[in-house]
């Protein structure tokens, strides 16, 4: 196995394409050894500490980096390329390179360009893979963008509420880089334009905040998270980035997610049946949110990280006024349940 070699990346990144920036944060990170050690390395990267990279990089790495000096040179290089900045985290996720795990981060720099950065290892110990490179605006390939879900599925909300992010398209949904939330949706209640009542310093200046949330359809759950604390606004929590979380098994090989979820407020355990429409939370800011919003999203196993994304539609709506049989939902509508 051939480790990356970190100075390539650094040389293709004058050719860098212009990343747009993305809105509301949101996702599913579920505690792994190699997400516990890309986390630590690149913290300890960016704040400079390469000695303990250093330290934690098996041999080949070492053989192609040849000193911890090369690896220092390197971050400054780096940090040169990027505006001197780790960036802001867009996105995480754990995938399979190569025959070894590896922990991918995308963030922006101050200049708005995507980035990626990876770490990899077999262990969870030892890093034998590592690089910063331009990320390309491209979706994840999906083999499901046809998919016809097997159940039925009712909007998990009460009201009516706006569409931040939907569809298959990147243009349509931030979600769409990543594989295991390739049609998620994060959904939001505005007026006028607005997704807050007040000036907002406090999640409860939120229009969607502590609205229930309800389940899709009649099924078990398979997990729930509870104790975490709602994020400030534009503050979200970078580790555990799907908050207070709900996931519920509706058979046939779908599982709902429904995340952000206000502390406290989970009604449900692990094993529990819950009919459609019963209330299993309320809607908040825990995890990576940057206000109070629901991200809902259907996938083919109950594992975030193992799962793949299904298109998600929903019966009896209306859809920007109109009524509507069954859809999925696109960017920008506006949509409630039918009477």
Same mark, same amino acid.
């Given at each position: ?7 390539? #990346?650094? *040389? ?9 920036? +993305? ?39 070492? @053989? ?9 040179? #390197? &971050? ?6 990027? @505006? ?6 867009? =996105?995480?996720?754990?995938?399979? /390179? ?21 770490? @990899? ?11 910063? &490179?331009? *990320?390309?605006?491209? +979706? #994840?390939?999906? &083999? ?31 979600? !769409? ?30 229009? +969607? ?25 534009? #503050?979200? =929590?970078? /580790? ?33 049946? /819950? ?13 990576? *949110? ?5 991200? /809902? ?33 696109? &960017? @920008?509508?506006?949509?409630?349940? !039918?009477?």
């Amino acid at each position: 196995m051939r480790p990356w070699k970190p100075l390539l #990346a650094i *040389a293709l990144v004058s050719a860098a394409p212009r990343g747009a920036g +993305a809105a509301g944060g949101d996702g599913g990170m579920v505690e792994d050894p190699v997400l516990t050690l890309g986390r630590r390395m690149s913290g300890d990267f960016w704040a400079g500490r390469t000695e303990q990279v250093w330290a934690a990089m098996g041999p080949e790495m070492r @053989g192609v980096l040849k000193s911890p000096e090369a690896l220092a040179t #390197a &971050r400054q290089q780096l940090l040169a390329l990027t @505006g001197s900045t780790s960036g802001e985290t867009q =996105d995480e996720q754990l995938v399979f /390179v190569k025959g070894q795990r590896v922990y991918v981060r995308t963030f922006t720099s101050g200049d708005g360009r995507r980035w990626l950065e990876q770490w @990899g290892s077999s262990d969870g110990h030892t890093v034998t893979a590592f690089f910063v &490179r331009p *990320a390309k605006l491209k +979706a #994840a390939p999906t &083999r499901f963008d046809a998919y016809q879900a097997k159940n039925t599925y009712r909007l998990p909300l009460r009201g009516t509420w706006w569409v931040g992010w939907g569809g298959h398209t990147l243009e349509q949904n931030q979600h !769409a880089l990543m594989s295991n939330q390739r049609f998620a949706y994060d959904l939001l209640i505005q007026k006028d334009g607005k997704t807050w009542r007040a000036v907002p310093r406090a999640p409860s200046d939120f229009l +969607a905040w502590d609205q229930p949330i309800l389940a899709p359809a009649d099924g078990t759950v398979a997990s729930a998270t509870d104790g975490l604390a709602d994020s400030a606004p534009g #503050a979200p =929590d970078q /580790v555990h980035k799907e908050g207070n979380v709900v996931i519920i098994d509706h058979g046939q090989g779908e599982w709902s997610m429904l995340a952000h979820l206000k502390q406290g407020s989970v009604r449900v355990k692990p094993g529990e049946h /819950v009919k459609a429409g019963q209330e299993i939370g309320r809607c908040g800011s825990s995890g990576n *949110a940057t206000e109070p919003h629901l991200h /809902v999203q259907l996938m083919n196993a109950p594992d975030f990280w193992k799962a793949e994304g299904l298109p998600l539609p929903f019966t009896s709506l209306v859809v920007d006024g109109k009524p509507v049989g069954k859809t999925e939902l696109v &960017r @920008g509508q506006t949509v409630s349940s !039918a009477p």
